[in-house]
């Protein structure tokens, strides 16, 4: 039997491929995606942000772009498409095509090209990093990404409760079935501390996350709390990272990024 995982294609200009997956929606992994590329492009790094959630784009409005348009060229017959820029990071997203309101009622073959231009139709140039939010679930995309490019590695996003756990234990076997190396999870939503207080709340019932990882000798990149700033801003079309750059919660993700780009120093 044919390996499928054989045929993987490298995009030119791209060293590394990052996929961010949760085994569900609902956790922040959209709000996780876009500022974790923005922590990566303050450290100093070229970064693409492909948004490959086909069916419920979330990345244009969360930069504030929900009526920007690509431009498109001919290139000896070939359609390539110019990514928007946002605070300094290349943008792709089907909500860049169609209208927000406007469902995208595909079967699979045409959600697979619609990958497949993401991918090399798109002038993405030179990259460090390309982060790919996925959709929620283990589904389509993420085997399309698996056998058409080499991915360096996948981070799943969770939060504290069990009832988010048992998901994410599914994002993780989904990447161990790819064969994408896991490079660990995010714990969205970790805490709240009340402004001027120093005591962290737990605002939902403390899971057994830490056993899991603990267990599967999975890393933990970061905790980042829940603060009304996050959702605020990237409601008005400025992730939290690029609104408040010196902000404690731009710090969580800068430290998330070092930690990530640690864990792949020549790959």
């Known amino acids: 039997m044919s390996n499928p995982f054989a045929q993987q294609t490298a995009i030119p200009g791209i060293k590394k491929i990052i996929l961010v997956g949760s085994g ?14 923005l922590a990566l492009k303050e450290a100093g790094q070229k970064v693409g942000l492909l948004d490959a959630d086909i069916y ?36 792709m997203s089907m909500g860049f095509i169609v209208e927000e309101n406007q469902a995208v009622v595909w079967r699979g073959p045409m959600l697979f090209k619609a990958v497949d231009q993401f991918l090399r139709d798109v002038i993405w140039g030179e990259l460090d990093y390309l982060v790919v939010d996925l959709p929620p679930g283990t589904g389509d995309v993420v ?15 969770c939060t504290p409760q069990n009832l988010a756990l048992v998901d994410a234990k599914k994002a993780v076997d989904m990447f161990k079935q790819v064969h994408i190396p896991l490079l ?21 019932p ?16 970061g905790e980042i709390p829940f603060e009304t700033a996050i959702g ?20 969580v993700f800068a430290e998330v990024a070092r930690r990530m780009m640690d864990l792949l120093p020549n790959h």
Do not use: C
């Open 143 to 157: 085997l399309t990404l698996a056998q058409k490019v080499p991915v360096s590695g996948g981070i799943v996003v």
């Open 232 to 251: 605020l801003s990237s409601e008005a079309g400025i992730p939290i990272v690029a609104a408040e750059p010196d902000g404690s919660t731009a710090g």
């Open 206 to 221: 403390r899971g057994e996350l830490n056993s899991f990882l603990d267990t599967n000798k999975i890393a933990k990149l």
């Open 184 to 204: 660990g999870v995010i714990e969205n939503m970790s805490y709240f501390q009340p402004p001027g207080g120093s005591d962290r709340v737990q605002l939902f």
């Open 24 to 37: 569900k929606g609902g956790v922040g992994k959209s709000t996780v995606a876009a500022n974790l590329a």
């Open 56 to 91: 419920g784009p979330s990345i244009p409005r969360m930069f504030g772009a929900l009526h920007q348009r690509p431009t498109f060229t001919d290139e000896g017959g070939r359609t390539r498409i110019q990514p928007l820029v946002r605070h300094g990071l290349l943008l």
